[in-house]
């Protein structure tokens, strides 16, 4: 009788192992990946890398590591996924904002008018020193794994709603909407003024005068409905505008050698597909933007010469005054072929 009456409650213990052992399998399996911007492929290019990213992993993987999305900022904003990733066995798509408070040294690969085009910035951040060391950097100060550079919108370019501008001296008293004190800088390289607003207010800033332009890519000038607020589009190439995948370091080095791999291959794959799918989608954005009222300016290659001899020094002499060193600088340089920037 005894046995009979224990039969029941040794079974209920025993299931409900298992399904500990089998809720903890699945937490151990499943990772949060958290980002930026809304859950559409077609307007936020990182959520179109993210879902690529969720689909490859799980494939390569048979299933062992199962991706779960979190777009929209909705674990937190820059900083508090920041220290999520450092911390806990997930990853993080974090942007410039995020990044260069831990790794200030990563303002040197937004020199302006670094790349002359899409394969100069492939081959820099896949190939270059510079890269390589702040890859380094990064592992060295919090442990976390920088896993890829995902391309989100191309170049960016100006835009504003006062006047064609061709040329740095058509900047002389406007007011941007920067993203950050580098931007600032540039600004004011050209005469214009810059104050840092986040990306969620600047189409009020826009429409209210408080700025008179902005610079991203297209992609993100379209996201924002900025062409609604914004009259002039100068096609600069000023900037290349990317991301950053980061991994918490200590989840990433107890993966088993092939899941690794694994992991390393799909971030690859999925960056390859964004960047095919970001350049090859530039040309209709752009033109989109033109349907929708902006008027398109392509600056002659005199005027782009004049936009890098006035605005790369400039940005140069920020960098130093956020004390990072000439060797930083010099690698970053050297890696994109121009050298012969770095004055003394």
């Not at 779960?68 to 798509?93: C, D, F």
């Not at 690969?109 to 380094?136: C, M, R, T």
């Not at 406007?174 to 189409?203: C, H, K, N």
């Not at 002039?232 to 000023?238: E, G, I, K, R």
Request: negative net charge.
């Amino acid at each position: 009788m005894r046995t009979s009456m224990l039969r029941p409650v040794l079974l209920a213990t025993v299931a409900s192992g298992l399904l500990a052992m089998t809720s903890l399998a699945n937490a151990a399996t499943t990772v949060n990946l958290s980002y930026n911007g809304p859950p559409d492929a077609d307007k936020n290019a990182v959520h179109l890398f993210a879902s690529n990213l969720k689909r490859l992993v799980e494939q390569k993987t048979d299933g062992d590591i199962q991706l779960k999305l979190y777009p929209n900022s909705m674990l937190g904003e820059e900083q508090a996924r920041m220290e999520q990733v450092i911390n806990t066995p997930s990853l993080n798509i974090a942007s410039f904002a995020g990044l260069s408070p831990i790794v200030p040294e990563i303002y040197v690969s937004a020199i302006p008018f670094l790349f002359d085009d899409y394969e100069a910035a492939h081959q820099f951040f896949d190939e270059g020193d510079y890269w390589n060391k702040v890859e380094d950097t990064l592992k060295k100060r919090t442990g976390a794994e920088l896993l890829g550079v995902v391309e989100e919108g191309g170049f960016l370019d100006f835009t504003n709603s006062k006047r064609p501008i061709s040329n740095p001296e058509d900047f002389e008293g406007l007011r941007f909407r920067a993203m950050d004190p580098s931007q600032v800088a540039l600004y004011e390289a050209f005469g214009a003024s810059g104050t840092p607003i986040p990306w969620t207010d600047t189409y009020m800033a826009l429409k209210t005068n408080v700025a008179d332009g902005q610079m991203n890519p297209p992609m993100y000038i379209i996201m924002g409905s900025l062409y609604e607020v914004q009259k002039y589009l100068t096609l600069a190439n000023v900037q290349y505008s990317d991301q950053f995948l980061i991994a918490n370091g200590d989840w990433y080095e107890g993966l088993s050698e092939e899941n690794r791999q694994a992991l390393d291959a799909a971030v690859k794959k999925a960056s390859e597909l964004n960047r095919e799918s970001v350049e090859k989608r530039v040309d209709e954005r752009i033109q989109f933007l033109a349907d929708n009222g902006m008027q398109v300016i392509e600056p002659s290659s005199e005027d782009m010469a004049a936009f890098r001899e006035q605005g790369q020094p400039a940005y140069i002499d920020w960098l130093r005054e956020q004390g990072i060193g000439d060797e930083w600088i010099k690698m970053a340089l050297e890696d994109a072929g121009q050298s012969d920037l770095l004055a003394d």
